[in-house]
């Protein structure tokens, strides 16, 4: 019983790093962010479409699709819109 209940609670602390796994993005005040229509104007001229938009800590991320149509993940620094991580299918 004890080996179920020690083996449960390893998945689920793999499970929950798992989830949470996002970028390291830079931590600045949210008054220095590159403005939100602004931040998807900018994706959008680097070729990305942008299905979702949102906050993720302290990025800018989007799922969409990038220039050659395939599908993206892609976290931006939220002041001067540098990749920190992206994930293409």
């Not at 931590?27 to 001229?45: L, R, T, V």
């Not at 299905?51 to 800018?60: A, D, I, L, R, T």
Request: hydrophobic letters at 40%; a positive charge; aromatic letters at 10%.
């Amino acid at each position: 019983m004890m080996k179920l209940i020690a083996l449960t609670a390893v998945a689920a602390l793999t499970l929950s790093s798992l989830t949470f796994a996002s970028a390291n993005c830079p931590k600045y005040p949210k008054d220095q962010w590159m403005k939100e229509a602004d931040a998807k104007a900018k994706i959008e001229g680097m070729g990305y479409k942008i299905k979702k938009f949102k906050v993720s800590g302290e990025c800018y991320e989007i799922y969409g699709h990038n220039k050659e149509g395939k599908k993206a993940e892609v976290y931006f620094d939220a002041k001067n819109l540098n990749i920190i991580k992206s994930e293409i299918d």
